[in-house]
């Protein structure tokens, strides 16, 4: 009678073993498009993404670099101080979106060209994503907009 308990017992442990690897590879292969990994110019030049790869890119928006093309096209060009990448969006920019002005963009890299999907512009006059603000500090070309 107890060989018989005990059989059960192992039984269940492995289904629930089982059970909880198939679950999380699950959740793995679902999460796996969700996760957008956010680099700066000077990474992306240094060291390209895979072609496929959907990736944020944050930075300054360079002075003179807007062109409105034909219909919602748009180009431009984002830098961090370091490494410009020249972007293409079709659609339609946030309103907060200028020369000089932070912004951080979803997309691919497709022959040199960032292909962004979707564009986020600066919040505020002082408001900069995190992680472009981190990367221009790193490129030393940060200013502190309250000036401490």
């Given at each position: 009678?107890?060989?018989?308990?005990?059989?059960?017992?192992?039984?269940?442990v492995v289904?629930?073993?089982?059970?909880?690897a198939?679950a999380?590879?699950?959740?793995?292969y679902?999460?796996?498009d969700?996760?957008?990994?956010?680099?700066?110019?000077?990474?992306?030049?240094?060291?390209?993404?895979a072609?496929g790869?959907?990736?944020r890119?944050?930075?300054?928006v360079?002075a003179?670099s807007?062109?409105?093309?034909?219909?919602?096209?748009?180009?431009f060009?984002?830098?961090?101080?370091?490494?410009?990448?020249?972007?293409?969006?079709?659609g339609v920019l946030p309103?907060?979106?200028?020369?000089n002005q932070g912004m951080?963009?979803?997309g691919r890299?497709v022959?040199?060209?960032f292909?962004?999907?979707?564009?986020?512009?600066?919040?505020?006059?002082t408001?900069?994503?995190?992680?472009?603000?981190?990367?221009?500090?790193?490129q030393?070309?940060?200013?502190?907009?309250?000036?401490?």
């Open positions: 009678m107890k060989s018989l308990k005990k059989q059960r017992r192992v039984q269940v289904v629930a073993a089982l059970a909880l198939l999380t590879g699950l959740i793995g679902a999460m796996r969700g996760i957008n990994f956010f680099r700066a110019p000077s990474q992306i030049v240094a060291e390209p993404p072609p790869e959907v990736f890119i944050g930075g300054l360079e003179g807007i062109q409105r093309g034909q219909g919602e096209t748009i180009r060009v984002v830098t961090d101080g370091g490494a410009s990448v020249p972007v293409t969006f079709s309103d907060l979106f200028a020369e951080v963009g979803t890299y022959n040199g060209v292909q962004a999907s979707e564009i986020l512009a600066k919040h505020d006059e408001y900069m994503p995190s992680e472009v603000v981190d990367a221009l500090k790193e030393g070309v940060y200013k502190d907009p309250n000036g401490s």
